[in-house]
């Protein structure tokens, strides 16, 4: 696995268009039946990543956590699934309803949506304003696979508690840490 941080794509950029279906329902998900009227949170993982098992059951309770605040959730896996199979389509519904997701877990076959988000690793998280202006991108929290570190999602979840009051979100940000998006 290659170590890999986020890019931090620059803070007030617009979210990028997406339409991707769905790998539980297949209904075709887009960047306007996916977000809240106060935001978007959209997030890079896949099943084979290390980093990303470490935190998927905690994404799980995230999503849980925050249905019905006003903010859309969508996870995108963006790796190439012939080479890393664990990553096709039909195995990242297996885990989503594995670990109970319960927000639409879409997959980019073409890489294209990956490469507008400039996402690079998995996790690679990206919140969005109400006006679907970049606020936050960066860590779940600092804790790693075999760090000792408990997993709370703090770094995301003040973020996407500061969304939710209207407040800004703390520039300060981390950036994520994790296996290198699998290109084609």
Same mark, same amino acid.
Request: aromatic share 8%; glycine share 8%; hydrophobic share 35%.
């Given at each position: ?12 950029? =617009?979210?990028? +268009?997406?339409? $991707? ?10 960047? /306007?039946? =996916? ?5 978007? $949170?959209?997030?890079?993982?896949? %099943? ?19 249905? #019905? /605040? ?29 670990? #109970? ?12 949506? +990956? ?16 006006? $679907? %202006?970049?606020?936050?991108? #960066? /860590? ?18 003040? +973020? ?12 300060? /940000?981390?950036?994520?840490? #994790? ?6």
């Amino acid at each position: 696995m290659a170590r890999t941080e986020s890019s931090m794509l620059p803070l007030g950029t =617009t979210a990028p +268009a997406f339409a $991707l279906k769905d790998v539980v329902t297949q209904r075709e998900m887009n960047l /306007q039946n =996916t977000r809240g009227p106060r935001g978007l $949170l959209v997030m890079f993982i896949c %099943r084979h990543c290390p980093y990303v098992k470490h935190v998927e059951k905690s994404l799980a309770r995230l999503g849980r956590d925050y249905a #019905g /605040q006003g903010i859309g959730i969508v996870a995108i896996s963006s790796n190439d699934a012939v080479n890393y199979s664990e990553d096709a389509p039909d195995n990242l519904a297996e885990q989503a309803k594995q670990i #109970g997701f319960t927000f639409p877990y879409l997959y980019d076959e073409t890489q294209e949506v +990956a490469r507008a988000y400039d996402a690079t690793c998995t996790p690679d998280f990206f919140l969005f304003d109400g006006v $679907l %202006r970049l606020v936050y991108r #960066g /860590q779940f929290d600092s804790s790693r696979p075999g760090s000792g570190i408990p997993v709370t999602g703090e770094d995301l979840r003040a +973020a996407l508690d500061s969304v939710i009051a209207g407040k800004p979100v703390n520039p300060n /940000q981390r950036p994520s840490l #994790g296996c290198n998006i699998k290109w084609k």
